[in-house]
């Protein structure tokens, strides 16, 4: 069983930056893939972001590469999200989750482990 919990959302004007931080509880995170999912109001939840147990393997929605980087401390058990340049469409909540597995998961049904997400705002 994990749990996670993020953290460090809020809100930020246009071209700005943000970290948001998920904090996973179990002593196997380090062997979990992770991943971060938003949704808008009146949106279907979608991908932002995957990164793979050893850190070595990343996958972005074409909407935030080059903008948003996913990384992870496994030592502290945490996953981050940075998120520059920021948008007005990237309001969401943010959402972090969490399976057992080697590699970056890019679906939102591939993982069983989910946190309450983080509100983002960006004003224009």
């Known amino acids: 069983q994990v749990q996670v919990v993020e953290s460090g959302g809020g809100l930020v004007q246009a071209g700005g930056s943000l970290r948001l931080s998920c904090a996973a509880s179990?002593?196997?995170?380090?062997?979990?893939?992770m991943g971060w999912f938003r949704q808008a109001p009146g949106r279907e939840r979608e991908f932002v972001a995957a990164i793979s147990w050893r850190g070595d393997s990343t996958h972005y929605a074409d909407s935030v590469k080059g903008r948003f980087t996913i990384s992870r401390d496994n030592a502290e058990n945490t996953v981050y999200l940075q998120m520059n340049s920021l948008e007005p469409e990237d309001t969401a909540v943010y959402y972090c989750a969490a399976r057992s597995g080697s590699y970056s998961y890019l679906q939102s049904y591939q993982y069983d482990y989910w946190g309450q997400g983080t509100q983002v705002t960006v004003s224009s």
């Open positions: 179990g002593r196997t995170f380090s062997y979990y893939g």
